[in-house]
């Protein structure tokens, strides 16, 4: 089983459409270190070759997740939780970790609590709101304490209203948590991780464009991430903001930001890289060109505004190598 360390650390939070790979590979940057049983699991196996270990979210409270049976569902459905639990420690061979929200009844949650860990999860955060509760609701640090100290054998990290580094000393002095875990701070500036303060808001969007350039992220995503990262007033009315609402492709928001020569670099070699790659197995390989058209349903998001209600007739070339049995390790970029 891989060996991973919970305690005394800053976790990144899962979050709905932001924690995408470029997201948390800026994250990385600065410093940040489902309801049916049978279906977690073969999720988990699906994934476990490339991830270090597995992280059960029991605190979204968004109505997808309430509706499937998921998220802060599983909150009052401790059974289940249970099982799903019990069944990925025993299964997937990784650290299995547990993400909770805070119960109405504080003797609740401490009863849930004692059971999570009694599955044998490697460690417990507990975001200091109920699910019912948003952002706007100062979160209940002073319940933390009591609920954290039943926990004997593993980590419980702490989240909520911890905004940048410099929090971590006062949250971990009042509450005695063992880790942190950063949510909004990190969306709004994911420099929240670093030691010596947050870089300037630019700095940091400069930073998770390049990343996104990297790994080829969809242009779509980028600009939802984007627009949640610009939080000041004053950027929201700037023209920098409305150049990045008006922006229609990868290349335009680089070029918002004055990336557009690293976007073209990257471009450049990454065509270079597949080219070479195809040219050492010409023999073998197979390549098919297909048009894909697709429709995007905007959502009731406050930032509907950048989502692409269709995208059509986009190129998508698919590379089937026969003669490559191991997966080859590169570089993200």
């Known amino acids: 089983m891989t060996n991973i360390e919970y305690d005394n650390k800053v976790f990144l939070a899962p979050m709905v459409r932001v924690g995408t790979l470029p997201f948390r ?56 939780l249970k099982q799903i639990l019990t069944n990925l420690v025993q299964n997937v061979g990784l650290p299995v970790t547990c993400k909770i929200r805070l119960l109405d009844d504080k003797e609740k949650t401490i009863e849930l609590v004692k059971m999570i860990e009694s599955t044998g999860v490697k460690a417990i955060t507990i975001h200091c709101r109920t699910k019912e509760q948003r952002s706007t609701t100062p979160a209940k640090w002073e319940d933390f304490k009591e609920i954290a100290q039943v926990v004997k054998n593993i980590p419980v990290a702490i989240n909520g209203d911890v905004y940048s580094w410099q929090d971590i000393p006062r949250v971990k002095e009042m509450t005695n948590a063992n880790s942190v875990m950063i949510a909004r701070g990190a969306q709004y500036n994911p420099s929240a991780f670093r030691k010596e303060g947050l870089v300037p808001d630019e700095e940091a969007i400069k930073e998770y464009l390049k990343k996104c350039v990297q790994v080829n992220n969809v242009y779509q995503n980028t600009k939802y991430v984007l627009l949640t990262m610009a939080t000041d007033p004053k950027f929201t009315r700037s023209e920098t903001y409305r150049k990045i609402q008006k922006a229609k492709s990868a290349l335009a928001l680089c070029e918002v930001f004055g990336l557009g020569p690293y976007y073209h670099d990257i471009q450049m070699l990454q065509k270079s890289r597949l080219e070479e790659k195809e040219d050492k197995n010409s023999d073998t390989s197979i390549v098919t060109t297909i048009n894909v058209g697709t429709k995007r349903k905007a959502d009731d998001n ?12 986009n190129n998508i070339t698919y590379h089937y190598d026969k003669s490559l049995e191991e997966k080859e390790e590169q570089p993200y970029f």
């Open 25 to 80: 590979l800026t994250a990385l940057h600065y410093g940040a270190g489902t309801a049916d049983p049978d279906l977690a699991l073969k999720a988990a196996l699906t994934v476990k070759e490339d991830v270090a270990g597995i992280d059960i979210n029991c605190g979204c409270p968004k109505k997808f997740s309430i509706q499937g049976g998921m998220g802060a569902a599983l909150l009052t459905n401790p059974d289940n």
């Open 302 to 313: 406050k930032n509907d505004n950048c989502q692409e209600k269709e995208q059509e007739d």
